[in-house]
């Protein structure tokens, strides 16, 4: 078959991650307390209580329904019920603030969590995701100072009580794929994507439960119960039906993916993100082949990733056994057939996807430099055998938690990648201006230019609009439609050159609500 000729990505990646989040002095702290001063922390990078919740409505279900109520609804009511007790407003409770870099930083109940600005590039993806990491890490360091105890953060998935926290990615693709193709296409490679995604952890959980065990490959694979599903807190689904696209829903989708790991490596970010956006742009033009398909998706989740032997064996629905890495190569040269490769970026994924699952087949440790779980697997073993430990020691569990705390100065990965012994994909430059600066080929840029330069005049802000005031009229500027080819040049050129908001609504003939 003849490959599309397409725009460099035929989709747009975003990453949503929660961060753990504890007191060094006292482990019975108020973590909601915490997180609302913590947020409050990044005052100087953006505008707060700006985000427009009556615009989110993540009942709506993409088979094609909405969903009258949610598992997640209940916990979060029991939330503002405590919530109510503190002298706070809601809007000072979630801290909501629309950063500078278009990126979105609030308290998500117990969790600070930072979202990144849409990226049509993995590089800027991974610059944007690294961004916050520092944003963190600054918030903590000005909470600790104000709140006179030591606020630490914690890039991961799990507290090893069997509560677990997100990293969500999302990823804005064409409605015209048919939801059953998605389904069937994401269901085998999202399963089996965690031998190069996952993040690794020690011990084996379940719902409000930690239980001793050995060394896993993913932090997220013991709390997913169903195979597809709308919720996201308890009951969790591997392909998640959310259908809220932030973006015109008669021509866009966001294919919401909730079982990922939250990665420190940034290598891990990109080839995870990356693989991911072939396979969905591939989904545009060809079902995946029916030997793809596996006899107990469920099970071979969890299976994947407790395997001490790394062996990764999964049965197939038309019977016999694969493993994952075979499967992922499978997934790979079926890719190629319809994705055009000539486009460097989505070149390079490729290539080191299958280098990748080339060397997880002949020698997973020479992965430590640029895996997540091995990484944190050599470091964990070799203190172990140095020790005389065995797996389930709380020392090797406390080694784990540090692996992932957000300080240059004393996280484990930190301490790993400052030596050399991680590759990096940005540099250090690229943080600092992903810090200060929006994506320059997303709406984001729009988004977060207002901030930048008109935030005394904005009333609220989504994803997909902002709302402001000039000569007491408010105006709304849509950015549902805003992508190449359509609207995103002429608006942020526009927004770019305005000296005020009248040039704005000038130069792009907006007219008052209400109009």
């Not at 990646?13 to 702290?29: H, K, M, P, Q, R």
Request: glycine fraction near 6%; charged fraction near 30%.
């Amino acid at each position: 078959m003849e490959k599309k000729r397409l725009l460099p990505w035929s989709v747009y990646f975003g990453l949503e991650t929660e961060y753990g989040i504890a007191v060094l002095e006292n482990a019975d702290i108020d973590v909601v307390e915490e997180s609302i001063h913590l947020v409050r922390s990044a005052s100087q990078l953006g505008s707060p209580n700006l985000w427009d919740y009556t615009k989110e409505d993540p009942h709506q279900d993409a088979r094609g329904f909405r969903a009258k109520e949610l598992r997640q609804d209940e916990d979060e009511a029991n939330f503002f019920s405590q919530d109510r007790q503190r002298p706070y407003s809601f809007e000072e409770i979630k801290s909501d603030f629309v950063l500078r870099n278009g990126a979105r930083l609030y308290n998500d109940h117990t969790h600070p969590e930072y979202s990144t600005a849409e990226c049509s590039t993995l590089l800027e993806l991974v610059a944007q995701d690294k961004a916050g990491e520092r944003i963190l890490e600054e918030c903590a360091k000005a909470a600790s100072k104000k709140r006179r105890h030591t606020v630490c953060t914690y890039k991961n998935n799990t507290d090893f009580a069997g509560h677990s926290y997100g990293c969500h990615e999302n990823y804005l693709i064409p409605r015209l794929i048919p939801w059953d193709r998605l389904v069937e296409g994401m269901l085998p490679f999202l399963i089996t994507r965690q031998i190069y995604a996952g993040a690794g952890k020690l011990g084996w959980e379940r719902e409000d439960h930690g239980m001793p065990g050995g060394y896993q490959i993913s932090q997220r694979a013991d709390f997913f119960t169903e195979l597809v599903g709308i919720d996201t807190m308890n009951r969790r689904p591997i392909i998640n039906t959310r259908d809220e696209p932030h973006a015109n829903p008669k021509l866009y989708r966001r294919f919401h993916v909730i079982l990922g790991d939250a990665n420190l490596s940034e290598f891990s970010t990109w080839l995870k993100v990356g693989s991911t956006a072939l396979v969905l742009e591939a989904l545009q033009y060809e079902r995946i082949p029916k030997k793809f398909f596996l006899a107990d998706p469920l099970y071979a989740h969890r299976s994947i990733s407790r395997d001490p032997k790394f062996r990764w064996e999964i049965e197939l629905a038309q019977g016999g056994r694969t493993t994952a890495i075979e499967l992922q190569n499978e997934y790979a040269d079926w890719v190629a057939r319809y994705v055009d490769l000539d486009h460097p970026e989505k070149e390079k994924v490729w290539k080191s996807w299958k280098e990748t699952l080339d060397t997880l087949l002949k020698n997973p440790y020479a992965l430590k430099d640029r895996l997540d779980w091995m990484a944190k697997f050599w470091l964990l073993q070799t203190f172990k055998e140095d020790q005389n430990l065995s797996w389930e020691d709380p020392w090797l569990q406390s080694l784990d938690l540090e692996y992932h705390l957000v300080d240059r100065n004393r996280g484990l990965f930190y301490a790993l990648e400052l030596a050399g012994d991680i590759i990096r994909i940005t540099t250090d430059e690229d943080i600092c201006h992903a810090i200060q600066q929006p994506p320059s080929s997303s709406r984001a840029f729009i988004r977060g230019k207002f901030i930048q330069r008109f935030s005394k005049d904005l009333i609220n802000v989504q994803w997909d609009y902002i709302a402001f005031r000039f000569n007491g009229q408010t105006y709304r500027l849509d950015l549902a439609s805003a992508f190449p080819g359509v609207d995103l040049e002429t608006y942020c050129e526009v927004v770019d050159n305005a000296k005020n908001v009248g040039d704005v609504v000038r130069n792009l003939n907006l007219k008052p609500m209400g109009n």
